[in-house]
């Protein structure tokens, strides 16, 4: 139970569904944390460069670890509203009259489409994508995968009308409201089917790529009395009042909620969102424009780049290297040697990101010599993290959205080595909050803005708590000679 002293206190409950765990968290309305139940999801890897997940396993899991949430804080009147924040592009297809998925989810670091991109390319259809969507053509979001389950699963197209297909939230929402197939328009617009101006799914985008609209969600705002859970599931039902992709609830989570703010997530992979307000912006860089968020019908907007490997490189240390035994060990690595030795990481290892864009790519350790060991290779690791940042900061100032600050957050984060390399690269003040898991609170805060607890995201920013700050300090002369090895490796 929750202890005695917040009897009276009703709370918010947050399903952060993320790439291998899924978790449940009660926050309380200042946005501390009060519990918390975790449970993995299994990684399926059925052919090179494929990626997938068990929907039911998603379901089952997020449904056991929200019940011992509600059970802790007492039972269903104790909790206000349920946020959601959900892994994006990942994509799901069930049948409407069982309510069974329709084959495994398609993960968004998945790459079976690239091919199907690359023609779509040659094609000349890429102006149309970034024109309509803020997107570019390439694997990782959802309609070519969406694609690849009409052309390739029979079970799906026997469906016909029966058939319906959404993102992780759409597939959680579905599950705990009875059939409430919705999506809000932060998680329609990593789709590459919503258009960004409109914020309504796009005829031309669904007849590129052959997606008819019958089977998708409906699109809402990210904050509301959007539905409320069936009474069997909790015990009685409860608002659902705040849906968001994971990348954008860490952004206002970290309260980036003014034009010029920016963050960075590290966690599986690496994501920068900077605030655009009300104006969606077409990159001439290869950034992406997407949603922030939609509140009361008005949508604001961000500037995203996307890196697909930062702390999927130390797991795969851990697991296929045998390198180290848990991803804490890097850091202390880290600092037991003066430099990496010379040795550069290109972490492709599901292709490369904003702002390349090189679905093909494949991971490189460069610079080994008969000195390298598992201190200077750990080292070379984590120094990727920045050199890709780097890149992308002036992508960013190309499209005139250039950094002043960068605020940190996601398990990664919590490196106080890796903060500081970042900080050094870059050349900039970085702000860290002593809770570096944003993408929950954020979903508190759009459930809190949601059920009327707070007037608007402004003022919610109340739950956002204090950081810490790293300034540079590193040598210039050391700085471009790193990014300079960075850079040959990136040419190559």
């Known amino acids: 139970m929750i202890d005695s002293g917040l009897k009276d206190e009703r709370l918010f409950l947050v399903l952060d569904e993320g790439t291998t765990s899924t978790r449940a968290i009660l926050y309380d309305d200042r946005g501390v944390r009060r519990a918390m139940s975790q449970a993995e999801l299994t990684q399926y890897y059925p052919a ?9 396993e998603i379901r089952d899991r997020t449904i056991e670890c929200a ?24 994509i799901v297809a069930w049948d409407r009259t069982s309510g069974e998925p ?17 023609t779509l390319r040659d094609e000349g259809h890429e102006a149309l994508v970034s024109d309509r ?12 995968k969406i694609a690849w389950v009409l052309a390739n699963n029979p079970e799906a197209r026997a469906l016909g009308s029966r058939l319906a297909v959404g993102t992780v939230e759409s597939w959680l929402v579905w599950n ?27 005829d031309d985008l669904l007849a590129l790529h052959g997606v008819p609209r019958s089977i998708l969600p409906e699109i809402v705002d990210s904050c509301g009395e959007l539905g409320s859970t069936s009474a069997d599931i909790f015990g009685a039902p409860i608002p659902v009042c705040g849906l968001i992709g994971d990348q954008q609830g860490a952004m206002i989570g970290q309260a980036c909620l003014a ?23 077409r990159s001439a860089h290869r950034l992406l424009g997407t949603v922030l968020a939609q509140v009361g019908g008005k949508r604001s907007y961000a500037l995203e780049g996307s890196i697909f490997v930062a702390g999927s490189l130390v797991q795969w240390l851990r697991d296929k290297l045998g390198i180290i035994k848990d991803a804490s060990e890097t850091e202390a690595l880290a600092r037991s040697v003066e430099s990496s030795g010379g040795v550069t990481i290109l972490p492709a290892l599901s292709g490369l990101g904003a702002p390349y864009w090189r679905a093909e790519a494949r991971a490189v350790i460069a610079g080994l010599t008969h000195g390298t060991g598992r201190a200077e290779i750990a080292r ?39 903060a500081q ?21 954020g979903a508190a805060m759009l459930a809190a803005v949601g059920i009327g607890r707070f007037s608007s995201l402004i003022e919610a920013a109340d739950m956002c708590g204090q950081s810490d700050r790293f300034d540079p300090v590193i040598k210039e002369d050391v700085r471009r000679a790193r990014l300079a090895d960075w850079h040959r490796l990136v040419a190559q």
């Open 133 to 144: 969507s803020g997107l570019v053509l390439d694997p990782y979001f959802s309609a070519t």
């Open 102 to 118: 329709v084959g495994r989810a398609i993960v968004w670091q998945d790459r079976r489409t690239a091919v199907q991109c690359a």
């Open 48 to 56: 090179p460069g494929w990626v997938e997940h068990d929907a039911a």
């Open 380 to 418: 070379a690791a984590l120094e990727s993290i920045a050199h890709q940042l780097d890149d992308l900061k002036t992508a960013y100032a190309g499209d005139g959205c250039p950094w002043n600050r960068l605020r940190l957050d996601g398990g990664m984060s919590a490196n106080d080595w890796v």
């Open 176 to 202: 705990l409201t009875g059939g409430l197939h919705i999506s809000d328009a932060s998680n329609a617009s990593r789709t590459m089917l919503m258009n960004l101006d409109s914020g309504r799914w796009d």
């Open 67 to 90: 019940r011992e949430m509600v059970a802790r804080a007492g039972g269903a009147d104790r909790i206000a509203a349920i946020g959601i924040a959900n892994q994006r592009e990942t």
């Open 259 to 281: 034009d010029g703010q920016t963050k960075a997530t590290l966690g599986t992979g690496a994501f920068i969102l900077s605030n655009t307000g009300d104006r969606p912006v």
């Open 421 to 441: 390399d970042i900080a050094d690269i870059l050349g900039l003040g970085v702000e860290r909050p002593h809770d570096v898991e944003t993408t929950a609170r």
